[in-house]
């Protein structure tokens, strides 16, 4: 069996969690490759003994792996993402961050985790993704113009708002008035989205949210779309730039750039445990269900 491990921080609380993973994984006699910035932090705060070898882009990666763990919160694994791509590689989150609605795995289970893991004892959640183009340029981003949250355009250097003239299969739908507009996934739907009063979509539903942040119109409101709508939008303002992120990488485009944003044509596959659903995730992670009349 052949696995890859990327984190982007190493401090002493996850420590003896990423030795633990190492340790098992070695008694297991599993073949081990660790990202390469990832490896230099472990080794310079821990003496391992073990040589591991290590990638560091995604062309370094094939499906010969069997696994990727992601050490972390989300935010690493929407890092991960960006290497994994279109290889089908199941993704497994250890959370050794703070809320982890994607990487739901405990810290402190890692030992039964991993048997679970061997033995089978998981389901595979396949989560959609959204590509942008940019006056069909796919390129402004190099070849990451691809997002597993949401795609969002934001005012730049000014407290005016912007206008986001937004149209779904060439059909016109409105200007938004407001400081942005989110794009996002049933996987984003818990993120951006949900802080700007996004409705929570299950990841399974084929479906993607528009999400307006703090819009002028007050009859503007989240509006939910089949995932294989094309989206294209504009933004006019005072300012003659605004920025656009997927997920955590930013750009800034010219005002009335189109910006044509649709279904990728891959997914992305997390592991879930047996036991672990997304809706006792939302109980969990939100609270739903600790009002005591429930």
């Known amino acids: 069996m052949k696995v890859g491990i990327y984190g982007q921080f190493y401090h002493k609380e996850a420590a003896r969690y990423v030795q633990e993973l190492l340790d098992i994984l070695g008694k297991k006699q599993i073949e081990v490759i660790i990202e390469k910035n990832f490896l230099k932090l472990i080794n310079a705060n821990d003496a391992i003994k073990v040589n ?130 989110i794009v996002a996934t049933p996987t984003g739907s818990t993120g951006y989205s949900l802080s700007c009063g996004g409705p929570v979509i299950t990841p399974e539903t084929s479906s993607i949210v528009l999400t307006p942040i703090a819009p002028h119109n007050l009859n503007a409101r989240p509006l939910i779309i089949p995932d294989e709508t094309v989206i294209t939008l504009q933004v006019s303002g005072r300012e003659e730039q605004h920025l656009i992120s997927l997920d955590s990488r930013i750009v800034t485009l010219d005002n009335d750039t189109l910006v044509r944003i649709e279904k990728a044509p891959f997914s992305i596959k997390l592991i879930t445990l047996e036991g672990d659903t997304f809706l006792k995730t939302l109980r969990k992670k939100l609270l739903w269900g600790e009002d005591k009349r429930n």
Request: glycine share 8%; proline share 2%.
């Open 52 to 181: 591991y070898d290590h990638f560091s882009t995604f062309e370094e990666l094939d499906s010969t792996y069997d696994l990727f763990f992601s050490i972390g919160g989300d935010g690493t694994i929407l890092k991960t993402a960006t290497y994994i791509r279109d290889l089908n590689i199941p993704i497994a989150g250890i959370n050794t961050g703070r809320l982890g609605f994607l990487a739901t795995i405990k810290k402190q289970e890692i030992a039964k985790s991993i048997d679970k893991i061997l033995a089978g004892q998981y389901q595979i959640s396949n989560r959609s993704l959204l590509q942008a183009s940019f006056n069909g340029d796919t390129t402004v981003l190099g070849d990451l113009n691809f997002a597993l949250n949401e795609i969002a355009l934001n005012r730049k250097n000014t407290t005016s708002m912007i206008s986001v003239t937004t149209h779904l299969d060439g059909e016109p739908l409105t200007n938004y008035w407001a400081d942005g507009l």
